[in-house]
């Protein structure tokens, strides 16, 4: 499985960004796709994830500001970030997981990771 993120960048506070994971040799029939973000000197945490049944799960972080969406003719995962706040500064990186059953936004399930890619919201 390999996952390449993509679509970071510097934006002001206000701004939108849209990242973008593509996802090869990811086969299984049930699992998580998700996006996760890391701040210098914090955990890394959920941010969002999406089943392979349909379901979606959004950390509380995001306050409705945050979709994320798959394009499965693509092969692609998306994280649309709306009206970004300094404190969403932070590497994101995308993940997959086999688990269903496991919490979906704990680093637990996912045993494959992208490299990720860098957002900085500021003045």
């Known amino acids: 499985v390999r996952l390449v993120e993509s679509g970071g960048g510097s934006v002001q506070p206000g701004g939108s960004l849209t990242l973008s994971c593509e996802v090869s040799?990811?086969?299984?029939?049930?699992?998580?796709l998700g996006w996760f973000r890391q701040a210098p000197g914090q955990e890394r945490e959920g941010v969002a994830a999406?089943?392979?049944?349909?379901?979606?799960r959004y950390a509380d972080l995001t306050m409705g500001r945050f979709t994320i969406s798959q394009d499965n003719a693509k092969n692609t995962l998306y994280l649309q970030m709306n009206n970004l706040k300094p404190e969403d500064t932070a590497m994101y990186y995308c993940?997959?997981?086999?688990?269903?059953?496991?919490?979906?936004?704990?680093?637990?399930?996912?045993?494959?990771w992208g490299q990720g890619t860098q957002v900085t919201v500021s003045l």
């Open positions: 993940a997959a997981s086999r688990l269903i059953s496991w919490p979906p936004l704990t680093r637990g399930p996912y045993e494959y």
């Open positions: 040799g990811y086969t299984h029939s049930s699992g998580w």
């Open positions: 999406i089943a392979t049944d349909g379901r979606i």
